[in-house]
């Protein structure tokens, strides 16, 4: 269970490290703002045109008697607006990454450098190109996985008790460990680890994935918040990616935000009446 904490941990000390860096928390903001733009517009044109367009998929239902035809189609436009709803929370981060991919590589690089003894990044040494191809193309893979889980947790939501119950928590639960999966892809990426083994990871440490992703999923809820959020969290999935790896980790850099914090309070006790 420590790892929970620990995984906790990783989420502040990235937002910390991005408040510490102004420019590198500015430029990872672009990408979020770009999507969450493009996302919204498309949420806002499906909640406009939706009705219509269940209306023209539904042409056996023109006949029906009222209401049962308006009730009908009306709820399958809500079943559209949810659906719509659903794989933009699950591919919100993935397309943020991959439109953001040139930002997010030189804010874990500069994160690599910065906590590394010997003050070096590794490299993938691959072209821009060939870095976008495996990031779409993984990214596709692990979306299919998680709605394979959607569609799973979907269907128990119908068993009494547990569908209220547990499988709401079961739901945050494997959000946060693919959600993790897409922001420690930009550090592993670079040091050559493809997706299974990144998987395999993660599954060793589940409980310091669920620590670092569960809490970011429930954050991610609101897009606007999920905006602010990545740059932070593509910071804390670099130390995560390091700590699942094995590799050191300055001493330094891992207590500087404990002695900012402790300079202060002792600067505040200072100057104390």
Same mark, same amino acid.
């Given at each position: 269970?420590?790892?929970?904490?620990?995984?906790?941990?990783?989420?502040?000390?990235?937002?910390?490290?991005?408040?510490?860096?102004?420019?590198?928390?500015?430029?990872?903001?672009?990408?979020?703002?770009?999507t969450?733009?493009?996302?919204?517009?498309?949420l806002?044109?499906?909640?406009?045109?939706?009705?219509?367009?269940?209306?023209?998929?539904?042409?056996?239902?023109?006949d029906?008697?009222?209401?049962?035809?308006?009730?009908?189609?009306? *709820? !399958?436009?809500?079943? $559209?607006? #949810?659906? +719509? %709803?659903?794989?933009?929370?699950?591919?919100?981060? &993935?397309?943020?990454? =991959?439109?953001?991919?040139?930002?997010y590589?030189?804010?874990?690089?500069?994160?690599?450098?910065?906590?590394?003894?010997?003050?070096?990044?590794?490299?993938?040494?691959?072209?821009?190109?060939?870095?976008?191809?495996?990031?779409?193309?993984?990214?596709?893979?692990?979306?299919?996985?998680?709605?394979?889980?959607?569609?799973?947790?979907?269907?128990?939501?119908?068993?009494?008790?547990?569908?209220?119950t547990?499988?709401?928590?079961?739901?945050?639960?494997?959000?946060?460990? *693919? !959600?993790t999966?897409? $922001?420690? #892809?930009? +550090? %592993?990426?670079?040091?050559?680890?493809?997706?299974? &083994?990144?998987?395999a =990871?993660?599954?060793?440490?589940?409980?310091l994935?669920?620590?670092?992703?569960?809490?970011?999923?429930?954050?991610?809820?609101?897009?606007f918040?999920?905006v602010?959020?990545?740059?932070?969290?593509?910071?804390?999935?670099?130390?995560?990616?390091?700590?699942?790896?094995?590799?050191?980790?300055?001493?330094?850099?891992?207590?500087?935000?404990?002695?900012?914090t402790?300079?202060?309070?002792?600067?505040?006790?200072?100057?104390?009446?």
């Open positions: 269970m420590r790892d929970l904490g620990v995984g906790f941990g990783y989420l502040l000390r990235g937002q910390r490290w991005v408040a510490r860096h102004g420019k590198s928390f500015g430029f990872g903001l672009l990408p979020g703002l770009i969450l733009v493009l996302y919204a517009a498309a806002v044109a499906l909640g406009v045109y939706g009705e219509d367009f269940v209306t023209w998929a539904t042409p056996f239902a023109d029906w008697s009222s209401p049962w035809g308006g009730l009908f189609r009306g *709820f !399958l436009t809500a079943v $559209l607006f #949810a659906l +719509a %709803l659903l794989l933009a929370v699950l591919t919100f981060t &993935a397309v943020t990454l =991959l439109m953001g991919q040139p930002f590589e030189s804010l874990s690089e500069k994160v690599d450098r910065d906590v590394s003894p010997d003050g070096t990044a590794p490299e993938s040494g691959l072209p821009l190109w060939r870095e976008l191809w495996i990031s779409a193309r993984d990214s596709l893979r692990i979306l299919a996985r998680a709605l394979v889980w959607a569609v799973l947790l979907f269907a128990l939501g119908f068993v009494p008790f547990v569908g209220q547990v499988v709401p928590v079961l739901g945050f639960f494997v959000t946060g460990f *693919f !959600l999966e897409e $922001l420690v #892809a930009v +550090a %592993l990426q670079r040091r050559d680890v493809d997706l299974r &083994a990144r998987l =990871l993660l599954r060793s440490r589940k409980t994935v669920w620590g670092f992703g569960t809490p970011l999923g429930l954050a991610f809820l609101v897009p918040v999920a602010f959020l990545m740059p932070g969290a593509v910071a804390g999935a670099t130390l995560m990616a390091r700590d699942l790896l094995g590799e050191e980790i300055r001493e330094g850099a891992a207590d500087e935000d404990s002695e900012e402790a300079e202060e309070t002792s600067e505040e006790q200072s100057t104390a009446p």
